[in-house]
């Protein structure tokens, strides 16, 4: 059983910057794939980021593609997404996710997802 503790949310003025974190327990981190969600109110959780289990390979939706990075540190069993330029539709709860199958980080739906971190507001002032 892995856990996820998501940190780093808070509220921000448009254009300025968060870092996420994401750190697991329970099991082998370096050997899964993860991700980034977010779930704005009213709206259903969508795709963030993906990462492979060695970091080597990325993926991103496309609204956030140039402003957010993800990268993980498997030696601390982290993952991170920095997220920059921040705008007011980026407010949202963000929650890391793990993939046991998808180890190359390109899983972009929920259900190829097999733990979740309880989430994180990010919460982006106009």
């Known amino acids: 059983q892995v856990q996820l503790v998501e940190s780093g949310g808070g509220l921000v003025q448009a254009g300025g910057s968060l870092r996420l974190s994401c750190a697991a327990s329970?099991?082998?981190?370096?050997?899964?794939?993860m991700g980034w969600f977010r779930q704005a109110p009213g709206k259903e959780r969508e795709f963030v980021a993906g990462?492979?289990?060695?970091?080597?390979?990325?993926y991103y939706a496309d609204s956030v593609k140039g402003r957010f990075t993800i990268s993980r540190d498997n030696a601390k069993n982290t993952m991170y997404l920095q997220m920059n330029s921040l705008k007011p539709e980026d407010t949202a709860v963000y929650y890391c996710?793990?993939?046991?199958?998808?180890?190359?980080?390109?899983?972009?739906?929920?259900?190829?997802?097999?733990?979740w971190g309880q989430g994180t507001q990010v919460t982006v002032s106009s």
């Open positions: 996710a793990v993939s046991k199958l998808y180890v190359r980080g390109n899983a972009r739906q929920e259900y190829q997802y097999d733990y």
């Open positions: 329970g099991g082998t981190f370096s050997r899964y794939g």
């Open positions: 990462i492979s289990w060695g970091g080597a390979d990325t």
